[in-house]
């Protein structure tokens, strides 16, 4: 017996398959015998005679059959005979083709609701019967759910109008340096002096930003859409990473142990190799270090928001950014107050966008770039049901398949536990975003609620339903530290509305955490020297060029819209890099997927890949395409350049700048500015000691706060 063919076909209705199989589909010049998944084919009689040298072991038949799991379908076809029978290419030709035109890619968008007319349960019932079912269950998940949908119609909406995005941010300066994109209104906004010196639009990672910054003394106002402290995710981490609230004197040792609801073991990292070849099978990867600390969101960010106020400033949560107005004196921003829909004007000296993927800023500054991809995530947090001999809570899924593609998506799993019996579960994918398909919450939620038994094994019903936890997690596939734009002049974006974070396991959280010494000390510099031109701004960013030349690892793992790809490709991928890294020593795995893996480790590891599976390159080439190869090929030579570059700077460059700060600081604001961006540039992503310069230079900052504004 020998596999001849598989084939994922879109839709979850396996039956229908089955029944067109069994009664539409012709397969020429064979006797078709049903059966109860499918049929076999019988040579007819004109082809078993006249000599055919077959062996008489095996029937001389072809079976056909289809199963379904991740409500998806999938269909095999296998030969009971040693040797190729006769018309069998044409047959299976025959039945791909066929195949393709009844069941083709299908892209569902949700169904446009009028709330005053039904609740959100009852318009989403008929198209997500599951999803409105558990929503249900959940405290506050009619308010949830509309989130979701909100959330997916601002997505969509800005995927399909790329090069005409809403425009919300409004020049009234004479810069000639602005982006286009950002047109000047004619009109002049108020000279009167700026109220806050920053005004932080977005309350979950902005919240954060925003108490560092106020305990170095700025004037702070914080604008959250939601009511503050509540967010639909949970955050995961390490404790060397979050280390640098420490460092930065936000929290203390003893507070920080309050925010982290849950220590594990070990993480595990295994996907599906049921179809791969046997030399693309991998062991589990063990990755006790890897996001092993999960925090209580809502203690972490109920203390975020008591240090900013403890700090001086302020929170107005329940409030819409609309628009800004900038000039060359302030950025005056216009908010509505969502319970009253009453319009108010707050000015600041900066506006720092933290909105994530919904953020309206990002798409217009970088237009029909804003995201290169993004992981559609859905889940929920569940405080129990799930039982002891189904998962030990000392341990977490750090990313796992259970199947192949499904309906154009290769589905991965997380899972964390949380404090005392909760859990976290996610459930994404990488996705190409496409005006065609930009990737749906709500269709990934049904799939949630519909395979998550097939994951672990469980009893929905006996499962205690905390909250969702949803989001679209961005990507930008950046050739260079300046492709793209995370700010205008008294402007600048963080964490997803940046989008410039690791295409693993990594949110705009970790990159905002693992960057926020970096972040804090360079804008801390701009606004005291008053270098809040898109110019300066724009070097404070997140950017690392270990990172971006990684990007073609998170384009290997998506289905181009409308294209079909070997069921198991993804899965085979990903268990020969990740095999490559379960024979390494810890540590290197350990980097690579905390973002510091360095050029000869990422150069040696590609190399091994390539050798113990030549057809990745040729696999890369079908999915990424000639114009993506040669836009990496730009990031692996500016990771190469900064390589380089850091080998050069690396021994001497901090010390010169911790021996020429107290002068160049203060004579030439912009230059120390540009030096020390440069420095983190070569410094972020390696392993650094206590005594290097950005360390103790962030650690003074914070212990020296401001008098107040500056103007």
């Known amino acids: 017996m020998k596999e001849i063919l ?27 015998v049903l059966t109860p998944d499918g049929f076999r084919l019988k040579l007819s009689s004109k082809y078993t005679t006249g000599g055919a040298n077959f062996s008489e072991q095996l029937p001389k038949e072809i079976s056909v059959f289809v199963w379904s799991v991740q409500r998806t379908t999938y269909l095999k076809v296998f030969r ?31 169904p446009a609701i009028d709330l005053s007319q039904q609740s959100i349960f009852e318009a989403l019932a008929p198209d997500y019967p599951l999803t409105v079912k558990y929503f249900q269950k959940m405290p506050n998940g009619e308010y949830d759910l509309q989130r979701a949908y909100w959330w997916e119609q601002r997505w969509r909406e800005g995927v399909r109008n790329p090069q005409q995005p809403r425009q919300v941010v409004f020049s009234h ?26 005004i932080y639009i977005g309350g979950a990672l902005g919240a954060i930003h925003a108490a560092v910054m106020a305990k170095l003394g700025y004037k702070v106002l914080l604008v959250e859409r939601l009511p503050f402290g509540r967010m639909n995710r949970e955050w995961n981490i390490a404790r060397d990473e979050i280390q640098s609230l420490v460092n930065l ?3 203390t040792p003893a507070e920080l142990e309050k925010i982290i609801a849950r220590e594990y073991k070990d993480g595990f990292n295994k996907f599906f190799d049921g179809n791969n070849p046997a030399k693309l099978r991998s062991p589990v990867l063990h990755t006790p270090t890897v996001l092993n600390l999960a925090l209580n969101s809502d203690t972490w960010l109920q203390m975020c928001g008591e240090k900013l106020k403890a700090a001086g400033g302020e929170i107005w949560d329940e409030t819409e950014f609309l628009r800004a107005d900038i000039d060359d004196s302030q950025v005056v921003v216009t908010l509505q107050h969502l319970p009253t829909q009453a319009e108010k004007q707050v000015s600041g000296r900066l506006l720092v966008d933290a909105m994530g993927t919904a953020s309206p800023i990002a798409w217009q500054l970088n237009g029909g770039r804003a995201f290169d991809s993004v992981c559609p995530t859905v889940g929920a947090v569940i405080d129990g049901g799930l039982a002891p001999e189904v998962w ?42 496409n005006p065609k398909n930009p990737g749906s919450l709500l269709e990934m939620y049904e799939d949630f609620f519909t395979i998550l038994p097939e994951y672990r094994r ?58 926020l010494e970096r972040l804090t000390t360079l804008l801390d510099i701009a606004l005291k020297h008053d270098l809040l031109t898109f110019r300066h701004l724009n070097r404070i960013r997140a950017y ?104 050069l700077l690396f021994a001497w460059f901090p010390g010169f700048l911790a021996w020429s700060k107290p002068w160049l600081e203060n004579k030439y604001p912009a230059l120390w500015l540009r030096l020390l961006a440069i420095n983190y540039a070569i410094t972020t992503g390696r392993p650094r000691s206590p005594h290097e310069f950005v360390n103790s230079n962030s650690t003074k900052v914070m212990q020296t706060p401001k008098t107040g504004m500056m103007n």
């Open 80 to 110: 009971w005979a040693d040797k190729p029978l006769p018309q069998e290419q044409e047959f299976l030709q025959r039945l791909t083709t066929e195949i393709r035109s009844r069941f083709p890619n299908q892209y569902p968008e949700p």
């Open 173 to 198: 300066t004479d810069d000639r340096q602005i982006n286009s994109k950002v047109k000047n209104s004619g009109e002049k906004i108020s000279p009167a002096s700026p109220t806050y010196d920053l």
């Open 249 to 251: 004197g936000l929290v």
């Open 6 to 32: 598989y084939l994922e076909v879109p839709i979850p209705d396996t039956t229908t398959v089955r029944s067109w199989l069994q009664i539409e589909f012709n397969p020429g010049s064979w006797d078709k």
């Open 544 to 647: 690392q060029s270990n990172v971006s030349v990684t990007w073609l690892f998170s384009k290997g793992m998506m289905v181009p819209t409308g294209k079909f790809l070997p069921p198991q490709r993804i899965n085979s991928m990903l268990n020969t890099f990740f095999g490559l890294l379960a024979d390494e020593p810890p540590e290197v795995a350990d980097n690579f997927i905390k973002d510091k893996c360095d050029w000869f480790t990422f150069n040696r590891l590609a190399l091994k890949a390539a050798r113990k599976n030549p057809a990745l390159l040729w696999w890369i080439w079908e999915m990424a395409g000639a114009k993506d190869l040669l836009r990496w090929l730009g990031s692996y030579i500016n990771f190469a350049r900064y390589a380089l570059v850091s080998v």
């Open 458 to 515: 469980c009893d929905m019903e006996k499962l205690v339903w905390k909250k969702p936890t949803f989001g679209y997690i961005p990507g930008h596939f950046s050739v260079s530290d300046s492709d793209r734009q995370v700010a205008f002049n008294r402007l600048i974006a963080i964490g997803d509305a940046a989008s410039l974070q690791s295409p693993l396991v990594f949110t705009g959280f970790g990159s905002l955490v693992r960057n």
């Open 392 to 433: 030990d809570s000392d341990y977490g899924d750090v990313l796992y398949s259970h199947g192949d593609i499904s309906r154009g998506r290769q589905l991965i799993w997380e899972l964390f536990p949380g404090a005392g019996a909760e859990l976290t579960i996610y459930l994404f994918h990488y996705h190409q975003v």
